[in-house]
């Protein structure tokens, strides 16, 4: 908000249009909802998980992947 030299009620509208093209984007070009959790291999709500939690989280299913071969070109 420094940046911009905007308050919070316009960062806050600015962040709200950009989430909503993002979202539109997606949906046009791609034809699904980017919010269906089923098109991606994990998700954290980070707001609930702490942040180390997270990483952890991120690391290990990371790993497990690997390690599956899944997705590897080596594997």
């Not at 791609?30 to 990483?55: E, I, N």
Request: glycine share 6%.
């Amino acid at each position: 908000m420094r940046v911009e030299a905007i308050d919070e009620e316009e960062a806050r509208r600015r962040q709200r249009n950009s989430d909503r093209a993002r979202m539109e984007y997606v949906r046009h070009f791609y034809r699904c909802d980017p919010r269906d959790p089923r098109h991606y291999h994990m998700v954290l709500d980070s707001t609930a998980v702490p942040l180390p939690t997270c990483v952890e989280l991120i690391v290990t299913a990371a790993r497990a992947h690997g390690a599956s071969g899944v997705g590897n070109a080596r594997g």
